[in-house]
Each structure stands twice: as structure tokens, then as C-alpha cells.
DNA sequence: ATAGGTGCAAATGTTTTGCTGTCAA
DNA sequence: TTGACAGCAAAACATTTGCACCTAT
């Protein structure tokens, strides 16, 4: 494990979000100026296959890294952007059972108005 | 309406697949060979904008098209790279029960192997 | 010394956009 | 005739990759 993976995991550790690779880029140069982007994504690659990081893709974002790596599902919100865990079963099951068929895996994201939206929203009106 | 935007509507209408921009282009200048892309994905655009069309979007893949445009489910193969749609249900108030508040909406991709495939795994060994 | 990782820059794939010219209403 | 749209090329964006160099074993 060298300097920069080390750096990179601690920036996923250390963090309460679910960071991009370019947030992750960010914080790493705060502590290694030095660091380049390419060695982020290089690692973050490795880590995720690695099982390490849980690598959150959804469509048209950019993917953001979790240091849970247990498979759970997250949700965006449609206003800042912000992903979140939340606390849903594994759907595999209903959903071999609504289709009659066996499923390999899925992509899910929820979209919702996140807590601090809602607020703001509310405060605003 | 333009030549150019019938011509691409016409070719979604046409097909039984869930086409990507390029194969739509592909398919668009075998009838206007002048045609360009950016034509292409402007008139994607604004026909997915006026719900004539609808766009399916999926992590780390190109969007595709939907003639189909009342909001069903999609899978896509995870051998062949294929779309096809699934009769499964709306599941914005389960998921709302689950999460326990309200859902703006979600994306979903079931990840299966299809027919085609399975048959050609099946004969394969 | 050597296998692997780094930094840099260029390439990738998909999609959007600026601009100028053209066309259909 | 004029506003919207075409074609073209360049940019945008997230991500990957080739390569020469370096660095810990």
C-alpha cells in the first residue's frame, strides 16, 4: 500500500459523505499537493475491486465512493445533489418473483428532497 | 418538423429495440446521409423534453430510446448489453412505506442474462 | 534490480453547445 | 422574412490509459 492509496482511503474513511472522485482529489492534495488525479482514480479502481470502497454509480453523475462496503441502496436528492444510505431490504427476491425470472443484480437510486432541502424549503416559504 | 426529426422519430417508431443515439444515427443516414449527430441528440433532446420519446438512462452506458413513453421498467443483459422492458409495477408507495417519506421517484435496472443468451449458454455447453 | 505505482498528458466515450448558414412556415 | 433548426466542429465531462520515471522492496 503506498502513501497515495493510503491517503485515499483515509479521505473515504474519515468522511461522513459519499464522495466524487474529484472531492476525493480535493482533500487528497491537501495532504499530498503533489498527488494526481489519475493516481486517484487508479486507486479508487483497485479499491473498489478490491472490495475495499463501494463505487455508487447512477446516471449522469459522477460516481461517488462509500467506505461501507456491504451492499445497501442509496438515494439523491433532486435538489442538492447529495446521496445518502437508506435503509431498504435487498429487493433480488420480489423481483425474481414479479418477473418470473432470475435476476442477477440491479441498479436502484431514489430520488427524494433530502432533510436539509426540506427544511430550507419550508423556512423559505 | 423537420426532415431530420421524423426521420429519427420514425426510426424509434420502427424499431423493437431500445436503441442508443448512435445506433439511431447509424440507422438515420442510411436514409439522409448528410444527417449529423448533433442533430441527432438535439432532436433526442427535445422529443424526450415533449414526451414523445422517452430516455432510458443507465449507469455507465450509453441513454436509449423508448417508443413506449407511459413510465414502465427496463432490464438490460448483463452478457449482450441488450434493453429490454419488464411488466413490473410502479414501486414509488413501497418504497415511500420502506423509507417511511415522500419519494420525488427513482431509476431501476434489473440486471439479468435474456432469453438469446441463455439459450446460447445453454447450447454452448 | 525489478515489479509495481506515480505523475502527467493525451485519449476515451458520450453528450452538449456555439456558430454560421439554411430552410420551412 | 424570420425564427427555428441543420451541419460542423469544438467543448464539456467523467474516466481511463500509455508512458517514462521513480521507489520501495
Redesign the interface.
Known amino acids: 500500500m503506498t502513501q497515495q492509496r493510503r491517503i485515499i482511503y483515509d479521505v473515504i474513511r474519515k468522511s461522513k459523505r459519499h464522495m466524487t472522485a474529484e472531492q476525493i482529489y480535493r482533500e487528497a492534495r491537501q495532504i499530498l499537493p503533489s498527488i494526481a488525479m489519475g493516481t486517484v482514480y487508479r486507486n479508487l479502481g483497485l479499491m473498489t475491486e478490491a472490495g475495499e470502497v463501494l463505487r455508487i454509480?447512477?446516471?449522469?453523475r459522477p460516481d461517488r465512493f462509500d467506505k461501507t462496503v456491504v451492499p445497501h441502496h442509496h438515494?439523491v436528492c433532486?435538489r442538492c445533489g447529495e446521496v445518502y444510505d437508506?435503509?431498504?431490504?435487498d429487493l433480488t427476491e420480489r423481483?425474481e418473483k414479479?418477473?418470473g425470472?432470475?435476476?442477477?443484480?440491479?441498479?436502484?437510486?431514489?430520488?427524494?428532497?433530502c432533510d436539509a432541502c426540506r427544511a430550507m424549503e419550508k423556512s423559505a416559504q
Do not use: N
Request: with cysteine.
Open positions: 454509480e447512477m446516471p449522469g438515494c433532486v437508506i435503509p431498504i431490504p423481483l414479479m418477473l425470472a432470475p435476476v442477477e443484480g440491479y441498479d436502484l437510486t431514489v430520488h427524494v428532497v
